[in-house]
């Protein structure tokens, strides 16, 4: 049991004993109907998943004791804290010291010298998540020299009760990543079929990030990973697949039926935009590269 709940356990037998002393005449089993009344006060029921202090509104209404009027009432009222704790306060406070913001250091801001699986697996190991976590989504910036501008990434924990949302965030000026976790619940079921966030790291460090290269260089680049198995041969452009250490082109009719693309776009000369709002540099040239689970 935790150490909090046995702590409330005997913060709660004091606070009933207090009140039995307290007691304003003698009664008989008197005892026994101040611990009822306290679970009358703290019963919950539920509507969609909505809990409801049944019990003390029950109390309220119907119960009017004749004896020991003060002692019961505190009792019961006794039992309405319970329920604030249990069902508004511990899960507030419980959800917010989980979906704090935890910070991991990283070993490079280079995506040419990132050890990709040692830095997950230092991420996993202190949230302790779960090493079959997905990969949903991830996106790189980096200069041509590898150096991050930005880079994010989002993986699930995935379970039918309490799927876990992480999301994880690069930053170039502390070289740390920062991490932010959600529960989800059984809306994590639908990412089962994405790619293992282990394996596509495990891509990454094999193959090498410097040479999922474009056919000409590019000021800037890209590298961008959606989480999902090939899709329509059409939709890609120069196509590749990865073999271990080895990339090897390849066309519409050699797409592996399975497997997963990982984009490479090279960006130009950063330009002003039309609307005055700020500097971009578009991809001008797009590469995919597959590999299988």
Not at 13 to 28: A, D, M, N, P
Not at 271 to 293: H, I, K, M, V
């Amino acid at each position: 049991m935790p150490i909090m709940s046995i702590l409330l356990a005997i913060i709660l037998i004091v606070l009933l004993v207090f009140i039995y002393k307290k007691r304003e005449e003698t009664e008989s089993n008197l005892g026994w109907k101040i611990v009822g009344y306290f679970w009358l006060g703290a019963f919950a029921f539920k509507v969609n998943e909505m809990p409801l202090p049944l019990g003390f509104l029950l109390f309220l209404l119907i119960f009017r004791p004749m004896t020991n009027v003060k002692t019961k009432k505190r009792s019961a009222y006794l039992g309405l804290a319970c329920f604030l704790i249990l069902y508004l306060i511990s899960p507030a406070v419980e959800r917010e010291l989980f979906e704090r913001p935890r910070d991991v250091v990283a070993a490079s801001n280079n995506m040419f010298q990132i050890k990709f699986t040692n830095d997950w697996r230092t991420i996993r190991d202190q949230l302790k998540i779960d090493e079959h976590a997905r990969l949903v989504y991830f996106k790189s910036h980096y200069q041509k020299n590898g150096l991050i501008d930005r880079l994010y990434y989002y993986v699930v924990s995935v379970s039918e009760k309490d799927s876990i949302y992480y999301d994880i965030h690069f930053s170039a000026d502390t070289n740390r990543y920062t991490i932010r976790a959600e529960k989800i619940g059984a809306k994590g079921v639908e990412y089962g079929e994405f790619v293992e966030a282990s394996r596509f790291f495990e891509v990454l460090d094999e193959v090498q990030v410097r040479n999922l290269s474009l056919e000409q260089p590019f000021v800037g680049y890209t590298l961008r990973f959606d989480g999902e198995r090939i899709k329509n041969a059409d939709e890609y452009q120069q196509k590749y697949v990865i073999q271990g250490k080895e990339i090897k082109t390849i066309t519409n009719d050699q797409l592996p039926t399975e497997g997963y693309p990982i984009t490479v776009c090279g960006k130009g000369e950063p330009y002003e935009l039309p609307t005055g709002s700020g500097l971009s540099n578009r991809c001008e040239a797009n590469a995919d590269f597959f590999f299988d689970d």
